[in-house]
């Protein structure tokens, strides 16, 4: 079977001692990034120079079969030139997102620049810590606005994948009916929404409520979930997850074909070894081999346009 990861990171060597200004964080060896008297582990502590480049995962995805990956980025720290770099390294098997700026129309050139300089996807991380709605970043980002709208055209135009991280129960940009305007506006670009909509291992009913309304995107021809970083959302559970395995077997019965397997490497590596991530879902029986098909490949196809 065929294998695409459809979410994963890349961190340069150069990276190592650069501090975010917005976000007042520096990247410090053994995978910590460091700033205002918060630490926060992005990867493990055995990455001793914090670096996971575009060499590593492309031998960390020959370990594992892998035959395709997609980078994504957050906007902590993000690096269109160095994702740029990795697409031009191994353009057969790496596709790339970027990351813009949406201050005012001036994003669209360099949307047109970057997709010119391969990177086929836009990004946008919205967690209030290390996101888009970072007090100093844009704190009212919403993706139903007049800004929007010509963001997400020329996004079509160009033939994008637009990637969405909407953040946990309680961001400003975990909403459902803002993302649904948006999608609805724009049938013809499309969107993926990541981590599967940020279930729980306990759900309680409004949570849950909340859940199968952001799941509901799916119902959308042009929306797709991605089943990204199982490991950190479930941690508590540990190796096989089998509260994400539930969370994923209830989605695919309601939206078959919609989902698509990604690993969120190298941050996930903190909970789990890469080929556990893989084979959680790959040797589960709770999916068939046509859905596996589908989760491990196909849907990644459609949703990223990878021929």
């Given amino acids: 079977m065929e294998i695409i990861d459809a979410h994963v990171h890349i961190v340069p060597r150069e990276l190592l001692g650069k501090t975010d200004e917005r976000f007042g964080l520096r990247v410090e060896p053994f995978g910590i990034k460091r700033g205002g008297g918060e630490e926060i582990r992005f990867m493990p502590p055995y990455f001793a120079d914090s670096a996971f480049p575009a060499e590593a995962l492309l031998a960390t995805l020959d370990e594992a079969g892998v035959r395709r990956a997609v980078i994504q980025q957050s906007f902590c720290h993000y690096d269109n030139e160095a994702v740029a770099a990795a697409v031009a390294l191994a353009p057969e098997r790496l596709s790339g997102a970027m990351v813009i700026e ?5 994003c669209l050139d360099a949307m047109t620049y ?3 300089r391969c990177l086929r996807v836009m990004k946008f991380e919205c967690s209030r810590g290390l996101g888009y709605t970072h007090p100093k970043a844009y704190p009212e980002l919403r993706f139903d606005t007049p800004l929007f709208d ?3 055209d020329r996004a079509e135009a160009l033939g994008l994948t637009v990637t969405i991280d909407p953040g946990r129960r309680g961001d400003h940009c975990h909403d459902p009916d803002m993302l649904l305007r948006a999608v609805a506006a724009h049938p013809g670009l499309r969107f993926v929404i990541c981590h599967l909509g940020f279930p729980a ?41 089998p509260g994400a395995l539930a969370c994923l077997r209830r989605f695919l019965d309601l939206y078959p074909g ?25 040797q589960s029986p709770l999916f068939t081999e046509k859905e596996l098909q589908s989760l491990f490949s196909e849907a990644a196809k459609a949703a990223y346009c990878l021929g």
């Avoid at 949406?102 to 001036?106: G, K, V, W």
């Avoid at 309304?213 to 997850?241: I, K, Q, S, Y």
């Avoid at 919609?258 to 790959?282: E, H, I």
Wanted: proline share 9%.
């Fill in 150 to 152: 010509r963001v997400f």
């Fill in 102 to 106: 949406p201050r005012d129309e001036s």
């Fill in 114 to 116: 970057w997709a010119g």
């Fill in 258 to 282: 919609k989902a698509v397997w990604g690993s969120d490497v190298p941050g996930t590596l903190c909970n789990a070894a890469y080929p556990q991530m893989r084979d959680a879902f790959l």
């Fill in 201 to 241: 291992p306990v759900m309680s009913p409004e949570r849950e409520k909340l859940w199968r309304r952001m799941t509901a995107l799916a119902e959308r021809e042009n929306v797709w979930f991605d089943a990204a970083a199982m490991p950190d959302l479930f941690a508590a559970e540990g190796c096989p997850w």
